[in-house]
């Protein structure tokens, strides 16, 4: 039976893997996420993706480690998750009344240096609303621990005018890119849990 390990802290991308249904465990990458302001944001999450993958790879050799990592673009700057309240303010201030991309890497890593990795790109707009609105979807608190300080399939779908490619890249991993990594490298899907043992 093969291992996979999500190497991610991230409750969401805990939440789309279980719903694959794949036997996995999570483990956190314990890795610092600063990288050159001079990368793009596609750039960026590349290499932390990969960074995130790798050292949880080299604690467990022989298994298989996915690794992601996210960050939105708007009009040129890259945003990440924000710190606190009024940094989410500023963030989604930034993207109401705009159209804005949101990048996921992944990084598949497998035993005898199996490496696949993709970044998936989806393209958001927003409606612009009123300062109030604004507050009001801030005191919801959906802002905590998300890439742009909004989450697509809570309150924050309310925000959303358009939503172009996958969804689910939105909420933190691309699952039709992680689906085609996973069988790319032979996973099996839908096998019945190995009977306990007595
Ligand atoms: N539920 C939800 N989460 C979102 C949404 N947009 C962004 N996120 C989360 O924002 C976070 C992006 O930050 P990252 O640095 O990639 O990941 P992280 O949360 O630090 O977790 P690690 O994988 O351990 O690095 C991820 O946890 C995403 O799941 C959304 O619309 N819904």
């Not at 998750?81 to 993207?95: I, M, S, T, V, W």
């Amino acid at each position: 039976m093969r291992t996979l390990i999500l190497a991610s802290t991230s409750s969401a991308r805990r939440a789309l893997m279980d719903g694959l249904g794949l036997p996995y465990r999570a483990e956190s990458p314990g890795v610092e996420e600063d990288v050159s302001p001079t990368l793009s944001a596609r750039e960026a999450v590349q290499v932390l993706a990969g960074r995130k993958a790798k050292a949880v790879h080299a604690r467990h050799p022989e298994a298989w480690v996915l690794g992601a990592d996210q960050l939105v673009e708007v009009q040129g700057e890259v945003l990440s998750k924000p710190p606190d309240r009024e940094a989410a303010k500023r963030q989604l201030g930034k993207l109401l009344g705009q159209t804005h991309d949101i990048c996921t890497g992944v990084c598949l890593l497998g035993p005898g240096g199996h490496i696949a990795e993709a970044v998936e790109v989806s393209r958001l707009t927003f409606y612009p609303v009123r300062d109030e609105e604004l507050e009001r979807y801030l005191d919801l608190g959906e802002w905590q621990g998300c890439a742009g300080s909004y989450r697509v399939e809570g309150a924050g779908q309310a925000l959303l005018a358009r939503l172009e490619g996958d969804r689910t890249n939105v909420q933190g991993l691309p699952m039709l890119t992680v689906v085609r990594m996973l069988r790319d490298a032979g996973f099996p899907f839908f096998e019945r849990p190995e009977p306990l043992k007595p």
